[in-house]
Structure formats: C-alpha cells, structure tokens
C-alpha cells in the first residue's frame, strides 16, 4: 500500500514491482543502476510517484549524487 506523505505518494520496491509487472529483483536492480531514482528510509528504498511516471514513460537516467 502506498504512502503519502506531504502529498507525495511513495511507494517501496514490492509496489514498484508490481505496477511494472517485473520481479521485485529486477525492480530492484533499475534502483542500483540508477534507471529509478528513490530514498532510503529505514530499510526501504521508496520511490516518488513522479519518479514512476517518468520511468514509465521513457525518461533519461538519472545520475548519481
């Protein structure tokens, strides 16, 4: 289930998955690789909703800060 937090919906790797229709392993991998930008909070890698949309629809990669 997502989280919103100040209006921002963000969502974990398992969501991101399944919204993808992958693997939460190949999920996981476009994190490393930088194709999806998200945070670390705790435990979790979350990921803005923004972030989702621009992956889904063919946005450049992300560089590493």
């Given at each position: ?8 919906t963000?969502?974990?790797l398992k969501?991101?998955?399944?919204k ?11 994190h490393k ?29 992300v560089e590493a800060?």
């Amino acid at each position: 289930m997502p989280v919103e937090i100040m209006g921002v919906t963000l969502y974990n790797l398992k969501e991101v998955a399944e919204k993808l229709n992958v693997s939460y392993l190949t999920a996981k991998t476009y994190h490393k690789k930088g194709r999806i930008k998200g945070q670390r909070i705790g435990r979790s890698i979350l990921i803005t909703e923004d972030e989702l949309q621009r992956f889904v629809n063919g946005g450049s990669k992300v560089e590493a800060a």
